[in-house]
Nanobody, 129 residues
Framework: QVPLVESGGGSVQAGGSLRLSCALA?????????TAWFRQAPGKEREGVAA????????DYADSVKARFTISQDTANNMVYLQMNNLKPEDTAIYYC?????????????????????WGQGTQVTVSS
């Protein structure tokens, strides 16, 4: 069973919006402590975009997406979302959902890929100018 499944990617023009969804497998939901969205553009490293703690809803964002992207979660239905507004061509990438269990002691969730152990297969987002 794939632990996370992303959906909602597509092609939009600059200034447009997309909403990505991440469905979490039932075996992951009970122990999950944090969830994040990452992205990887061709030839670039995978970077953290937004993250959220399961308890308390604390969030953190990469500087490049602050005020444009919003991460949210519906714990009752095992879903995490990424609302992306005012998209730019540089947002073009494959977007991945990631999650991890275990105690996280920081006040904000991590944006470091090494802090996550479960990954989805990704969804393509393409923004044209």
């Amino acid at each position: 069973q794939v632990p996370l499944v992303e959906s909602g990617g597509g092609s939009v023009q600059a200034g447009g919006s997309l909403r990505l969804s991440c469905a979490l497998a039932s075996g992951l939901t009970d122990s999950r402590s944090r969830t994040a969205w990452f992205r990887q553009a061709p030839g670039k490293e995978r970077e953290g975009v937004a993250a959220i703690l399961t308890r308390g809803d604390s969030t953190d964002y990469a500087d490049s997406v602050k005020a444009r992207f919003t991460i949210s979660q519906d714990t009752a239905n095992n879903m995490v979302y990424l609302q992306m507004n005012n998209l730019k061509p540089e947002d073009t990438a494959i977007y991945y959902c990631a999650a991890a269990a275990g105690l996280w002691v920081g006040s904000k969730p991590p944006l470091n890929k090494h802090a996550y152990s479960a990954w989805g297969q990704g969804t393509q987002v393409t923004v044209s100018s």
